[in-house]
């Protein structure tokens, strides 16, 4: 028999027990769509694992002043002004691998324009911010020599800050009041979402250091050149570690600490976000094994069904047999059989899984990215478990002697 002929008697055949054979596809359905499902869900964590270290500009490292303790008690980072611009630009100098170090200030402000005001986080940094941390400048300009040296009152303002106060108008040239000081406008960030702790990254302000300093943090008492943070970008991913040892040795030199608790502190944002997303493969992983045994369970199934199969269609067997049929034929036919109903259950599964992620993505806010070697290793698995588990079955047809089947009641 021809291979086209046994395609088209295995699917005359499932048709004649169509409820039977869509019951059967079930545990092919249900594994297919589930790992499709774990699987671009994964993908999806890990792309936006990605796009947040390319938010955060890659390799970056934050270094914060920690609080001086009192009584026991340590106050919140950042409390003490031990860091400062010339820790950065040591930094820069004397660690060759370090692209670039910028020193931030942070505080909140009411800000207001018009009768609208928003609270946003409001940051002063010089220009080294905007490759430290891959921000880009959606309209405007960075600041200038002469505003940095002489705490000029302007400001560049985030896409959410753009939103609440300025709405569809354009902001640039505009005056607004940060507290009670009056700043212009001269640029604006391209968006960047959410972080991977949810908050806003578009919700700030960037500011000078010294009119930050000066006019909305209150510093004055401190060094004055005091900071809160460094953010320091590392040019190779795997000097890391060496900048780290590096940086930590250079820092307790510049502030003549030898304790075993230094006054600073050092976070690596890039190894805190890469750390949540092996979590989450992991998590992942575990799930789409376990959806995984559904498709092992479907295929046992399967070759229930075929046996029974066989035993019903026994006459059928032998007539074949009668009227010239090789056993191959014969073993052929019931594979088949059990191909096409793993392979419909596959596609099945696939279309099911396709709409369940766009589902997710767009009324769960979930991030799911169906690759294509994903879909093709699921079909092919699919296939290949309608000849493990149907050879069986197949088998036990070809070994079928004609007369005896001839006689099968």
Not at 28 to 50: R, T
Not at 94 to 123: F, K
Not at 237 to 258: P, S
């Amino acid at each position: 028999m021809k291979w086209w002929m046994l395609c088209k008697v295995a699917w005359v055949a499932l048709q004649v027990n169509l409820m039977r054979s869509i019951l059967t596809m079930l545990g092919i359905i249900i594994g297919v769509a589930a790992v499709i499902i774990m699987l671009a869900l994964g993908a999806g964590a890990q792309h936006e694992v990605d796009q947040q270290i390319k938010n955060l500009g890659g390799n970056v490292f934050v270094v914060f002043a920690r609080g001086r303790a009192s009584s026991g008690a340590r106050g919140a980072s950042g409390s003490v002004q031990t860091l400062t611009e010339m820790d950065a630009e040591a930094i820069e100098q004397q660690i060759p691998q370090v692209s670039v170090a910028a020193p931030t200030i942070w505080a909140n402000a009411q800000v207001i324009y018009g009768n609208m005001n928003w609270a946003p986080s409001v940051r002063g940094v010089d220009n080294r911010i905007f490759p430290a941390q891959n921000w880009q400048l959606a309209q405007g300009r960075e600041f200038s020599a002469a505003e940095l040296s002489s705490a000029g009152r302007v400001a560049i303002i985030g896409a959410t800050v753009q939103r609440e106060l300025f709405g569809a108008s354009d902001p640039i040239g505009q005056t607004i009041r940060v507290d009670r000081t009056p700043v212009t406008v001269i640029g604006v960030l391209d968006a960047k979402g959410q972080n991977t702790q949810g908050n806003d990254q578009d919700d700030l302000i960037f500011m000078p250091l010294d009119t930050v300093r000066k006019r909305i943090a209150g510093m004055t008492l401190a060094s004055p050149r005091a900071v809160r943070s460094l953010i320091v970008q590392v040019a190779d991913e795997r000097d890391m570690a060496l900048v780290e040892q590096e940086m930590e040795a250079l820092l307790r030199q510049r502030m003549r600490t030898t304790g075993s608790d230094a006054p600073f502190q050092i976070r690596n944002l890039s190894e805190m976000v890469e750390t949540r997303a092996r979590t989450m493969q992991i998590f992942n992983g575990l799930l789409a094994a376990v959806a995984s045994v559904s498709l092992l369970v479907g295929g046992i199934g399967i070759m229930n069904i075929m046996l029974v199969s066989v035993t019903e269609r026994t006459r059928e067997i032998g007539l074949r047999m009668a009227v010239g049929a090789e056993p191959g034929d014969i073993m052929r036919q019931f594979l088949i059989e059990a191909m096409l109903l793993c392979s419909l259950g596959g596609t099945l599964g696939l279309s099911i899984a396709v709409l369940v992620t766009r589902s997710l993505e767009k009324f769960a806010g979930f991030t799911a990215i169906i690759q294509p070697e994903v879909v093709l290793l699921s079909i092919g698995f699919s296939a290949l478990i309608g000849i493990f588990f149907g050879y069986y079955p197949a088998r036990k047809a070809s070994k079928l002697q004609p007369i005896d089947a001839l006689r099968h009641e």
